[in-house]
T-cell receptor, first 115, second 113 residues
Framework: AQSVTQLGSHVSVSEGALVLLRCNYS??????LFWYVQYPNQGLQLLLK??????LVKGINGFEAEFKKSETSFHLTKPSAHMSDAAEYFC?????????????FGPGTSLSVIP | DVKVTQSSRYLVKRTGEKVFLECVQD?????MFWYRQDPGLGLRLIYF???????EKGDIPEGYSVSREKKERFSLILESASTNQTSMYLC????????????FGSGTRLTVV
């Protein structure tokens, strides 16, 4: 069964510092990979996705992620953290064989940004 | 943009009550999902539906049922609410291709007392 691991349930960074949120997955086939962000008391919003093609994908709000098949990783980065980036971040994976294939979500990483 | 609307943001119900959580999408999306979200556990799939009157169990269907009489509406039913069903409930929708990712509603925070 597929699984998604997010290293660190809570990450703190200073404003202006690099943000790195880690995601590893287990999948025997090339997956579809997603990062979602959840602000307090809201639903999840798609940040970026990898389906096919370029392994470095750019998303909204200055975030990007790189798909590394050899490492089964899809880490999320942002060069300079902003206070508004404080939120919960979820990595997710789907084998994508059919449109209703299950999407497996990681446990989430809570990002705090220190002024 | 697809809008996914969940009827209640906050709900407080008593143990043993029958609870209905409603989700409506304003696009012609085929697939709809109900997840519950708990701290440290991420999102867990309760039920999903890929067509009207069709439903499939997810990973944690026990204590829940669903109804999809119309394409745009997917209801989650707690037959007899219990305190361990206190959680955030999220509805999501996606079209025929997963490549666009899910669109989520704002969530319903349910407290069972």
């Amino acid at each position: 069964a597929q699984s998604v691991t997010q290293l660190g349930s809570h990450v703190s960074v200073s404003e202006g510092a690099l943000v790195l949120l880690r995601c590893n997955y287990s999948s025997s086939v090339p997956p579809y990979l997603f990062w979602y962000v959840q602000y307090p008391n809201q639903g999840l919003q798609l940040l970026l996705k990898y389906t096919t093609g370029a392994t470095l994908v750019k998303g909204i709000n200055g975030f990007e992620a790189e798909f590394k098949k050899s490492e089964t990783s899809f880490h999320l980065t942002k060069p300079s953290a902003h206070m508004s980036d404080a939120a919960e971040y979820f990595c997710a994976v789907s084998e994508g064989k059919t449109s209703y294939d299950k999407v497996i979500f990681g446990p989430g990483t809570s990002l705090s940004v220190i002024p | 943009d697809v809008k996914v609307t969940q009827s209640s943001r906050y709900l407080v119900k008593r143990t043993g009550e029958k609870v209905f959580l409603e989700c409506v999408q304003d696009m012609d999306h085929e697939n709809m999902f109900w997840y519950r979200q708990d701290p440290g556990l991420g999102l867990r799939l309760i039920y999903f539906s890929y067509d009207v009157k069709m439903k499939e169990k997810g990973d944690i269907p026990e204590g829940y049922s669903v109804s999809r009489e119309k394409k745009e509406r997917f209801s989650l039913i707690l037959e007899s609410a219990s305190t361990n069903q206190t959680s955030m409930y999220l509805c999501a929708t996606v079209d025929r291709s997963i490549v666009h990712g899910y669109t989520f509603g704002s969530g319903t925070r349910l407290t069972v007392v």
